[in-house]
């Protein structure tokens, strides 16, 4: 439901350099692979939405006063998702408040896949978390490089997409996706993919890419020492 939250994560975790010093010599083939997978897991793309006691004035906008935005879960395309996929289940709760919790199998995937509720939010007669379960992630292999440029070392690379299980639901043929309307289905297109520059990493394509559509594609990293650290962007 709160776009912000993970947007400022993303931000934050997108720009952040390499943990390994910097040294004279540019990082080796198998280091940069490294860095270039880290940074793609920072950005996958994820079905972000709610769980708890939730409601429509849930939000709280630098821990202050509650913010109405509206939200229902039967209008919440992220929620009606969820809900489709089996994730979650939503029951009504007093007025304007709802009840959104993870089912066996929302706990399953969420235990599976290490994935813990974030950015806890009390108050207003809320109790509520946010949880991401991710749809796709890109996957860097055959590293080439470095070569020098000016300042900087460049290293090409190629990459696909890990499709999740919730990800193949979201293809074209896909239980869920087939269950959407055509202006949800717009509407998740822009929900996934939430960033679009340097550091973002390649957009998913809604539908999601069946695997004869998933072919590896060419991307380019970067690396630039600053101070005693490389920095890197990534682009496809």
């Known amino acids: 439901m709160n776009k912000i939250w993970l947007l400022a994560v993303l931000i934050s975790l997108a720009a952040c350099s390499s943990k390994q010093p910097a040294t004279d010599a540019p990082p080796g083939k198998e280091a940069a692979l490294n860095e270039i997978n880290t940074r793609y897991v920072i950005l996958q793309r994820a079905l972000d939405f709610d769980i708890g006691r939730t409601g429509t004035d849930c939000y709280f906008p630098g821990n202050g006063q509650p913010f109405d935005i509206g939200y229902r879960p039967e209008t919440d395309l992220e929620t009606i998702v969820a809900v489709k996929a089996g994730l979650v289940e939503v029951k009504a709760a007093e007025k304007n408040r709802w009840d959104v919790t993870l089912t066996e199998k929302g706990k399953a995937v969420a235990n599976a896949g290490y994935l813990k ?120």
């Open 117 to 236: 509720p974030i950015h806890h939010r009390v108050g207003n007669g809320c109790d509520e978390y946010q949880i991401s379960f991710p749809l796709a992630m890109a996957r860097a292999f055959d590293v080439a490089g470095p070569k020098p440029e000016a300042d900087s070392y460049e290293y090409t690379y190629s990459w696909k997409w890990e499709i999740t299980e919730l990800g193949k639901t979201l293809r074209q043929d896909g239980e869920v996706f087939s269950k959407l309307t055509q202006s949800q289905r717009q509407q998740l297109q822009e929900l996934t993919n939430v960033r679009n520059d340097v550091n973002a990493g390649p957009l998913l394509s809604i539908p999601v890419p069946l695997d004869t559509d998933n072919r590896p594609r060419p991307g380019t990293a970067i690396f630039k020492k600053e101070r005693d650290r490389w920095v890197f962007n990534v682009r496809q």
